[in-house]
């Protein structure tokens, strides 16, 4: 933890990744999240890892803005072990 935020990490599983416009809008979406530090995509694994300020930002939160509209997100899991699937 550094300057006081309680930072935290979820690993999004999102089915259907396919293309470099579709990291560009997840991040570009990401970025309009107050909270939102860091997301790195990753195709080969199908998901997206976001580090957030826990303070300003819950994973249910993350889950309902990233997912993608014709994108299925699968799981999402945090550092605390939180693990929930996605509705």
Not at 39 to 57: F, G, M, P, R
Not at 58 to 76: D, V
Request: proline share 1%.
């Amino acid at each position: 933890m550094t300057g006081g935020k309680e930072e935290a990490i979820a690993v999004l599983k999102i089915r259907g990744m396919s293309d470099s416009g579709w990291a560009l809008r997840l991040r570009r979406t990401a970025a309009k999240l107050d909270g939102v530090l860091r997301v790195d995509i990753n195709y080969i694994l199908d998901s997206a890892t976001v580090e957030y300020d826990a303070d300003k930002l819950t994973s249910a939160q993350l889950r309902k803005k990233l997912a993608p509209g014709n994108h299925t997100l699968i799981t999402c899991q945090t550092d605390s072990g939180e693990e929930s699937k996605a509705k």
